[in-house]
């Protein structure tokens, strides 16, 4: 199994910045995307930020801009910069990571916990 792991969040003010980490551990073969989503109450979840396996980042459109992601394929972990947050991105930020535990079979995507953001004066 994988094991997800996130870390960070809190309360901020708006103009302000915070940083999330992810860490995934486990019988991990190889790891093809790793990205932040985020889910509000009543709403479907929505992407933030991915990393793709060849290095390509995308990123919503919503927080182009202001949010960087990084990778690092040694560790298994990827952070989330969120700077110029604003009050809309409040939410809870889950962390996907689509990987294969054994060779030749397809990936399954693996969640962490969540954890809360809030942006607030």
């Known amino acids: 199994q994988v094991q997800v792991v996130e870390s960070g969040g809190g309360l901020v003010q708006p103009g302000g910045s915070l940083r999330l980490s992810c860490a995934a551990s486990g019988s991990i073969f190889s790891i093809e995307t790793m990205g932040w989503y985020r889910q509000g109450p009543g709403v479907r979840r929505e992407l933030v930020a991915v990393?793709?396996?060849?290095?390509?980042?995308n990123y919503g459109d919503s927080v182009k801009g202001r949010f960087t992601v990084s990778r690092d394929n040694v560790k298994n972990t990827i952070t989330l910069q969120m700077n110029s947050l604003k009050p809309e991105d409040t939410s809870v930020y889950y962390c996907?990571?689509?990987?294969?535990?054994?060779?030749?079979?397809?990936?399954?995507?693996?969640w962490g916990q969540g954890t809360q953001v809030t942006v607030s004066s």
């Open positions: 996907g990571i689509n990987a294969r535990t054994r060779p030749r079979t397809p990936p399954t995507t693996y």
């Open positions: 990393s793709l396996s060849g290095g390509a980042l």
